[in-house]
């Protein structure tokens, strides 16, 4: 709460945030409460006049709140709170190097839009790097080229969709990859 009060008075339109954890319980008793809390942060800053959308991330670990179907839930039953896809997080959750190809992110792309509207597309906020996991999910932040992730299919798939939005490099070497990413973005077009 703290950061969407003053990040809205430094201009700041969007607050990501990690969603917390399932403290070894089923995503089906915790994601309830977290989306009654979440209504209740929006309550009150809505009340105070802060018109931020508040955007919980996709986490990297299985073990914590914030699968794509967690983060598109929250979004569907909390007006004002919309996703931060963090695609290396996306990448590591399954920990086998799956969700890493065109197809899987353009599938991934279509069930988000298939929840939250077409025009959805249209307003993503990316959280991106390379990123290194195991059989639990996320290790830590890598350097794209140090990494598995598929940067191009993933930008060949939200080109395809005519996603638009902000990407955010999360990058060790965030200078580089930034303009890296921006590289690989404008090949492919």
């Known amino acids: 709460m703290d950061a969407a ?7 700041a339109t969007d607050i990501v945030f990690h969603p917390g954890s399932y403290f070894d319980k089923s ?50 039953a909390v007006s004002g709170v919309l996703p931060c896809l963090d695609f290396a997080h996306l990448h590591a959750r399954v920990g ?20 939250l509207g077409k025009d959805s597309l249209s307003s993503l906020h990316i959280h991106l790097s390379g990123i290194a ?5 996320e290790q830590k932040h890598l350097a794209i080229s140090e990494s598995d992730l598929n940067l191009i299919a993933l930008l060949q798939a939200l080109h395809h969709l005519n996603c638009a939005g902000r990407i955010l490099c999360e990058s060790p070497i965030l200078e580089t990859d930034a303009l890296y990413i921006k590289k690989v973005w404008f090949e492919i077009q």
């Open 5 to 11: 009060y003053y990040g809205h008075l430094a201009g």
């Open 27 to 76: 995503p089906e008793l915790v994601l309830p409460l977290a989306i009654r809390r979440l209504q209740d942060c929006v309550n009150e800053l809505r009340s105070n006049g802060n018109p931020v959308i508040l955007r919980p991330e996709t986490m990297g670990k299985p073990a914590l709140l914030g699968s794509i179907s967690d983060v598109i839930e929250m979004s569907r």
């Open 96 to 115: 086998d190097g799956s969700m890493n190809t065109f197809d899987e992110w353009v599938g991934l792309l279509n069930g988000y839009a298939n929840y």
């Open 133 to 137: 996991y195991s059989s639990k999910g």
